[in-house]
């Protein structure tokens, strides 16, 4: 299971490693996801959900 929000469907992206001498090299940044229990069209789920979507209230917790 890959490590995407299930509410918004925010993953990881990818980016550069710039050096002190502007020499950039490939990275990847991970999303700020949590492993939770939530409800879901009357039924508990659990998966990832990223901290913006629990910040905002998106997700209610079971």
Same mark, same amino acid.
């Given at each position: =299971?890959?490590?995407? #929000?299930?509410?918004? *469907?925010? *993953?990881?992206?990818?980016?550069?490693?710039?050096?002190?001498?502007?020499?950039?090299?490939?990275?990847?940044?991970?999303?700020?996801?949590? =492993?939770?229990?939530?409800?879901? *069209?009357?039924?508990?789920?659990? *998966?990832?959900? #990223? !901290?913006?979507?629990?910040?905002?209230?998106?997700?209610?917790? !079971?």
């Amino acid at each position: =299971m890959s490590r995407v #929000c299930s509410i918004c *469907g925010k *993953g990881q992206t990818t980016g550069n490693n710039v050096s002190h001498s502007k020499r950039r090299t490939r990275r990847t940044f991970k999303a700020n996801v949590q =492993m939770v229990d939530f409800v879901q *069209g009357g039924k508990v789920q659990s *998966g990832y959900v #990223c !901290a913006r979507c629990l910040k905002s209230d998106k997700v209610e917790r !079971a």
